[in-house]
T-cell receptor
Framework: DTEVTQTPKHLVMGMTNKKSLKCEQHMGHRAMYWYKQKAKKPPELMFVYSYEKLSINESVPSRFSPECPNSSLLNLHLHALQPEDSALYLC???????????FGSGTRLTVV | AQSVTQPDIHITVSEGASLELRCNYSYGATPYLFWYVQSPGQGLQLLLKYFSGDTLVQGIKGFEAEFKRSQSSFNLRKPSVHWSDAAEYFCAVVYGNEKLTFGTGTRLTIIP
């Protein structure tokens, strides 16, 4: 299995909702990432998990809460989001040597 | 701080013509270098990567890239483009940590 699987593919949520994005990989990668991509912009790093521990938080607002339950799963919990948080959220994984990153197809999030 | 520059925001090429997309990186050390392609609304697909060794790297879909240390460049090339190559292309770098950083992207349009 050489894929990163993200669910759901599309999500519409209200500003008072709580939702979660899920990411799964079975390549044995021990580093996993969340990126946010706005339209016509490059992906921007949000969080990095290495060996199931949060190693990088790029000053992301607390309404985004990551979780890594095990080496194959990565979640992003969403609460009280703003319309400007609407974006494509990409998950990626890699070996910890930084030599290969595999991206999922993303979750298109719309906050209404 | 590490950075990567893609000087061309938008390039238009005729189908069958050759293509070169430019990428320059900053910082003293040689990073790991990547080229990704993204079709509208889709995730990122890895075209090729450079870590060390032979400076001419072959990738998927007929793409190649050449690492030039003297110019801090890693330009992407294809001898003959197809209409299906129309997409957004991102150069990305990793400088030995876990942060994959993207350039601003080049949008490629193919005309008949």
């Amino acid at each position: 299995d050489t894929e990163v699987t993200q669910t759901p593919k599309h999500l519409v949520m209200g500003m008072t909702n709580k939702k979660s994005l899920k990411c799964e990989q079975h390549m044995g990668h021990r580093a996993m990432y969340w990126y946010k991509q706005k339209a016509k912009k490059p992906p921007e790093l949000m969080f990095v998990y290495s060996y199931e521990k949060l190693s990088i938080n790029e000053s992301v607002p607390s309404r985004f809460s990551p979780e890594c339950p095990n080496s194959s799963l990565l979640n992003l919990h969403l609460h009280a989001l703003q319309p400007e948080d609407s974006a494509l959220y990409l998950c990626a994984s890699s070996p910890t040597n930084g030599q290969g990153y595999t991206f999922g197809s993303g979750t298109r999030l719309t906050v209404v | 701080a590490q950075s990567v520059t893609q000087p061309d925001i938008h390039i238009t090429v005729s189908e069958g013509a050759s293509l070169e997309l430019r990428c320059n990186y900053s910082y003293g050390a040689t990073p790991y270098l990547f080229w990704y392609v993204q079709s509208p609304g889709q995730g990122l697909q890895l075209l090729l990567k450079y870590f060390s060794g032979d400076t001419l790297v072959q990738g998927i879909k007929g793409f190649e890239a050449e690492f030039k240390r003297s110019q801090s460049s890693f330009n992407l090339r294809k001898p003959s483009v197809h209409w299906s190559d129309a997409a957004e292309y991102f150069c990305a770098v990793v400088y030995g940590n876990e942060k994959l950083t993207f350039g601003t992207g080049t949008r490629l349009t193919i005309i008949p």
